[in-house]
């Protein structure tokens, strides 16, 4: 029989600072599932969630070698609250279902704890699978300007894109911990730092 992995779950808003945050977790030889990488794979030309996509969203999502135009797709699924929750309600449940088996994969090999990396943790119901929740926020304005920088979005495509995700509140509220990135980017990494310490205490405990 094989132990649990521990399984802290990392969340925030977009721009908040939480892939810095993930990269050091990363760096101190914590795996790090990474839910975006995962929402790319479950979306592999010829799976079941890009036919579900394409039924939905129609297949001018697709490019002509039938992998995912993401550009188009975004455009589509983020132009209201009921596209991106249709979005989400596709894609879920495979991300879910592939985490899933990567936690089978780093139990077989009795790795005691690793992150996952989610910004949708809690509207997906990821949180559920985890032990302990992360959430890292920003301020509004600081979020904006890193979005528009990192993405290459004019301020309304980013406001946009923020609008379609919670507010601050939200993660807050939910969340086992809060790292809030208010400071600069030697105290966003100290806390990073203090948070793999933890991660490694609570592992023992």
């Not at 990135?181 to 203090?194: C, I, K, S, T």
Request: proline letters at 4%; charged letters at 35%; hydrophobic letters at 40%.
């Amino acid at each position: 029989m094989t132990d649990k992995v521990f399984l802290i779950g990392l969340t925030g808003p977009t721009g908040s600072g939480k892939s810095e945050v993930s990269r050091i977790l990363a760096d101190r030889h914590i795996p790090v599932i990474d839910a975006d990488e995962l929402a790319r794979r479950v979306v592999e030309p010829g799976s079941a969630c890009l036919k579900e996509l394409v039924r939905e969203f129609s297949d001018d999502i697709l490019h002509e070698d039938g992998s995912l135009n993401r550009r188009q797709l975004a455009r589509r699924a983020f132009a209201t609250p009921e596209d991106t929750r249709l979005l989400n309600s596709i894609t879920h449940p495979y991300i879910i279902d592939l985490t899933k088996r990567i936690l089978m994969q780093l139990e077989q090999i009795r790795e005691p704890v690793a992150v996952l990396d989610a910004p949708l943790l809690f509207e997906s119901g990821m949180d559920n699978i985890c032990d302990v929740t992360v959430a890292v926020v920003a301020p509004r304005q600081r979020r904006l300007r890193r979005i528009m920088e990192r993405d290459q979005l004019t301020e309304k495509q980013a406001e946009a894109r923020m609008a379609a995700q919670q507010e601050e509140e939200f993660y807050v509220s939910k969340a086992s911990r809060v790292i809030r990135n208010d400071g600069d980017l030697e105290e966003l990494r100290r806390q990073a730092n203090a948070l793999a310490d933890q991660v490694r205490e609570w592992t023992r405990d």
